[in-house]
């Protein structure tokens, strides 16, 4: 009888046989592992829940966190957002310091360890905005993990403050800020990008505001947006890019890929784009997350998969194509909900625990930086507060009443500072 590895052709074997022995795989190697079947997806979904084992154990991690998107008003047009308004939209709207710090400090009592902070770059911003937030948390919630501002806020706060990204993300640290999410990758291919979101952060600027980052002492995620214009050659390059910069610094947390929400995003109107399918299938996202811990579990360790993204199901069943995390329970999800996602801005605890046992694996509560707080025995856990919240919605917050609330209305320029 022929084995199933049989119909992998003999660059794909010696690529998998090198990865399970430990070894890094080359850009010829990754790119053979592109070039397969959806069949040879589920094959090398098996190889990848391998190496999860064998590096991680049969551990899953969350974390109990909040995103706060204290403004969506944005001088930005990209084409795969649809959460960002314009200056002058009557939807724009903008949280003040006080604002922000309220829902801090609803995070702290429903158990969250983490806030989030991101947000559109509004017109004519104070360059020390992101800082004086900075402070500002940290001075009233000092054991709160402050995970804020991506590579594109550094850069456009480092621009207003007529300063270098360095001195910036140093006055940051000094504020309190303790770690940086990776986003504003998208994919890290400069073509691409210009067609994605012309005038967004290049590829030199993130590579160079994440480096300064790692060396300033800050660690951060990583991430990439797949299934909009990209090739499997550029998920392959982006990650080898990734990696490259991990072997440098060490500092990246976690690789988070990130499924393109298309159905709301301006992409999606796009004359060109008519006849193109967006988003990925359902066996690009396996193939995406297994092709990450085979190129990168090795020196990242902690592959995410994002239930925001992808939804419960498919989210749990990464869980067995080489993810060791699903996430946090983000509390105000609104970047991917204003895009068209339907699964929720909300994922208790108590859910997320069930969906990593229904994978056959043991759920463990995490920090930011994957220390675990938690473990837990079968049907030791008391409900969290965030289990027993019946409208998230209604207690929260959410994207579409922000949108529609006018006591928060954008002013421009600068006559609504945030601090």
Known sequence: MRHPFDEFNPLQRESLGLALSGGELNREQALALTRVTPRQVGMLALVAD?????????????VVNRNINFTNVCIKSCRFCAFSRDHRNEEGYFLNTEQVLERVAQAERYGATEVCIQAGLPPKMEGDLYIKLTRAVKERFPHIHLHAFSPEEVLYGAVRSRCSTREYLEELKKAGLDTLPGTSAEVLDQEIRDRLAPGRISVTQWKEIIGEAHQTGLRTTSTMMFGHIETKTHWVDHMLTLREIQHHTGGFTEFVPLGFVYQEAPLSFMEEMKDRRLGPSGHDV?????????????????IQASWV???EKLASLLLTSGCNDLGGTLINESISTAAGASHGQLLSPGRLRALIRAAGREPVQRNT?????????EGDAEPDALDLVKNPDQLFGSFKKMTQDTENRFVHPSKHSLV
Request: proline residues 2%; hydrophobic residues 40%.
């Open 309 to 311: 993204k992808e939804g």
């Open 369 to 377: 930086v994957y220390e675990i707080l938690k473990t837990f025995e």
């Open 286 to 302: 396996i193939h995406v997350h297994a092709l990450a811990r085979i190129l990168l579990g090795a020196t990242f360790r902690n």
């Open 50 to 62: 391998q190496l999860r084992e064998q590096q991680c154990g049969p551990q899953v991690s969350y």
